[in-house]
T-cell receptor, first 116, second 114 residues
Framework: AQTVTQSQPEMSVQEAETVTLSCTYD???????LFWYKQPPSRQMILVIR??????QNATENRFSVNFQKAAKSFSLKISDSQLGDAAMYFC?????????????FGKGTLLTVNP | DSGVTQTPKHLITATGQRVTLRCSPR?????VYWYQQSLDQGLQFLIQ???????AKGNILERFSAQQFPDLHSELNLSSLELGDSALYFC?????????????FGSGTQLSVL
């Protein structure tokens, strides 16, 4: 079974600075998808960024980028020019592309605080 | 706004009772997913439906059941409720159930079992 680990329960960053959230995962599969979701106080889960395992190029979405290290099974999220609206719980998630199961396996989350 | 509608937003009930949570997916989405979020278990996948048929099952208890109707809305039924069932229940939808596609989440139903 796949597992996703987020080793940082909480992180903080100054507004306009850069922060990196860590995520590692365990799988025996070679084809899969990785996601970062954001959950602000409104509780809604919002997709931040997606990475396909067979693509070596790291995904980017505006101020959000990932560092995907397939061999190390690491998938960190970098937020540049942090804004107050980035404050939220961030979840890393894994989804197999090979099995018949469509479930997303989530990490426990990292609570990000943005200081003005 | 994700376009996924969940009702009710909050639900308070007693142990042993039965409740129904409702989800309307985004227009055009055929897949519906149910997730449970609790402090101790985190986010857990419960079940997925695609165009009315069950497609995948996760850690869903036998006391829980779900279905997707012809108009594609879905209901999650929780019965014989226990204190430990208190959680935030999310519904998500996607277009066709492709594993790489984006899921759109609703705002959740907060269930409190007293």
């Amino acid at each position: 079974a796949q597992t996703v680990t987020q080793s940082q329960p909480e992180m903080s960053v100054q507004e306009a600075e850069t922060v990196t959230l860590s995520c590692t995962y365990d799988t025996s599969e070679s084809d899969y998808y990785l996601f970062w979701y954001k959950q602000p106080p409104s509780r809604q889960m919002i997709l931040v960024i997606r990475q396909e395992a067979y693509k070596q190029q790291n995904a980017t979405e505006n101020r959000f980028s990932v560092n995907f290290q397939k061999a190390a099974k690491s998938f960190s999220l970098k937020i540049s020019d942090s804004q107050l609206g980035d404050a939220a719980m961030y979840f890393c998630a894994y989804r197999s592309a090979m099995s018949s199961n469509y479930k997303l396996t989530f990490g426990k989350g990292t609570l990000l605080t943005v200081n003005p | 706004d994700s376009g996924v509608t969940q009702t009710p937003k909050h639900l308070i009930t007693a142990t042993g009772q039965r409740v129904t949570l409702r989800c309307s997916p985004r227009s055009g989405d055929l897949s519906v997913y149910w997730y449970q979020q609790s402090l101790d278990q985190g986010l857990q996948f419960l079940i997925q439906y695609y165009n009315g048929e069950e497609r995948a099952k996760g850690n869903i208890l036998e006391r829980f059941s779900a279905q997707q109707f012809p108009d594609l809305h879905s209901e999650l039924n929780l019965s014989s409720l226990e204190l430990g069932d208190s959680a935030l229940y999310f519904c998500a939808s996607s277009v066709g159930g492709d594993k790489g596609e984006k899921l759109f989440f609703g705002s959740g139903t907060q269930l409190s079992v007293l």
